[in-house]
Each structure stands twice: as structure tokens, then as C-alpha cells.
């Protein structure tokens, strides 16, 4: 329904949809019954209201303060959109009553090693581990720095790994990872209005980093308008034999 209004599908994300008229745009943003519309012309706005509300139930909120867990900032005098999560991490650190905690200054730091050799040796370790919610934790820490925080990438990447078999000291990094998330809530991606609009990309990785295969760990981030659209780190699937190669 939405294509035959003149709204393409993109090819790398199906829940977003481009409308372009003349020299103006509109997009819609759709999640299961939520909608998110963002225009640079008022009239594109209400022809797509109007022609959403013709085929379906709809209820106008204005300006969406809040989208799927992420809280959304806007300073229109200096052309300045914020997306941060401050509400999500306090549900999460209240679900795994851990938000009293004091903070720490960084999820991962120079020294913190995490490796097969500290999951469950024994049976009395795997049924203590049992007790430990570190699949559904870890998922709750995916899902933030996915949408709002590349900053705990590369450590969330690592914790990920073990999500079969963890074990106290994996427990023990998640526990880091909130307590940093505790003073850093308000952390937010800012993006600033401007009339070129320039993709810039930085990439790093380690060489043999796993100290148990030696497979590097890979990092990128994509920047626009301030701010970053983009960003992964993952293992790589490879062996490498040099830098170069990594």
C-alpha cells in the first residue's frame, strides 16, 4: 500500500520507505504498528497523514519524543538532533537489580582479558552459572549498542562470544558494562544540520588477538553530519599471518 502512494522500498533495510517530490522528501520509518515520519516539506507531511489515515486507525503524537527505546533530542535554533537511551538502560538495569550501582570510567580496560579458559570447568560451576541471567544481559547491551552507543561495540562483541557457556569473570565484564552505561546514560549521538552532507569512515583492527585461534578482531565507524550512522566490531573469520592482512 505504501509503494503504489510513490514510496520506494530500501534495499538494505525493508522497514524504511523514500518518498521524493521535486526537490523534497519524505521518509517513513515503519516497526509493526509504529510509524516515524521525517520531511523537508510540511505539505509531503500532510499528504502522507492523510493518506494513512484513509486506510488505517491512526493516532498523531506530534514530535516523537521516544522511538522503539530511543529518546530523541532536537535543538532546532542551532540545527542539532540528539538520540540517546536513558530510559531504556534504566529498564534494564532495574530488571537485573543492579541500579544502584556506582559507575566506572570505561566498559574495558588495558588488561581485561576474556577467554574460553574462564567458562565453567565444573558441574557445580555450570549450575551456579545457571542461576545467571547472562544470555538475556548481554541481549539488553546488543541492543544499545546497536541503536545508540558504539562505544561499548567492541566489548558487548567479545561478551557475545560466550553467550553458550559463560562464566563468573564473563558475568562479572557485563556487570562492568552496566556500571559504565550508569554514568554515561545521557550519552548521546548529535547530528548537525548541514548543507553538504559528507560520509566519513575510519577502520582499525588487532592482530591475532584471540589468544586462543589468533583471529583478529575488525572495527569500523561511518560518521555524517557530526555524528555516527554506523559502526561494528566483530571477530574475523580467518586466521591471518600479518598485519597487512588482518
Not at 522503539?68 to 533530542?73: D, F, M, T
Not at 541471567?133 to 562470544?161: E, H, K, M, W
Not at 569512515?201 to 583471529?215: E, T
Request: net charge positive; charged share 20%.
Amino acid at each position: 500500500m505504501v509503494t503504489s502512494f510513490g514510496f520506494k522500498e530500501n534495499a538494505s533495510d525493508q522497514c524504511i520507505y523514500l518518498k521524493k517530490n521535486e526537490s523534497h522528501f519524505i521518509i517513513l520509518v515503519l516497526y509493526v504498528d509504529d510509524i516515524l515520519l521525517a520531511r523537508s516539506s510540511v505539505e509531503l507531511l500532510t499528504k502522507t497523514k492523510f493518506m494513512l489515515n484513509s486506510h488505517f486507525n491512526m493516532k498523531g503524537l506530534g514530535d516523537a519524543p521516544v522511538f522503539l527505546g530511543i529518546q530523541i533530542s532536537r535543538d532546532r535554533s542551532r540545527g542539532i538532533l540528539g538520540l540517546f537511551q536513558r530510559g531504556y538502560i534504566d529498564k534494564v538495569l532495574k530488571r537485573f537489580n543492579i541500579h544502584s550501582c556506582s559507575s566506572c570510567a570505561a566498559p574495558v580496560q588495558k588488561g581485561d582479558k576474556l577467554s574460553k579458559s574462564q567458562c565453567p570447568q565444573n558441574d557445580n560451576d555450570k549450575v551456579e552459572m545457571k542461576k545467571v541471567p547472562y544470555a538475556s544481559a548481554v541481549g539488553s547491551l546488543i541492543y544499545t549498542q546497536v541503536c545508540t552507543r558504539p562505544d561499548i561495540a567492541f566489548v558487548v562483541n567479545a561478551l557475545g562470544r560466550y553467550l553458550s557457556d559463560p562464566g563468573l569473570d564473563h558475568w562479572k565484564a557485563v556487570k562492568k558494562v552496566f556500571r559504565y552505561l550508569q554514568g554515561t546514560k545521557d550519552h548521546m549521538l548529535t547530528f548537525k544540520k548541514s548543507d553538504q552532507l559528507q560520509v566519513i569512515g575510519y577502520s582499525d583492527f588487532d592482530f591475532a588477538g584471540c589468544p586462543i585461534d589468533r583471529k583478529s578482531t575488525s572495527g569500523f565507524i561511518f560518521m555524517m553530519g557530526g555524528g555516527a550512522i554506523s559502526w561494528k566490531s566483530v571477530k574475523q573469520t580467518l586466521t591471518t599471518t600479518s598485519t597487512m592482512e588482518a
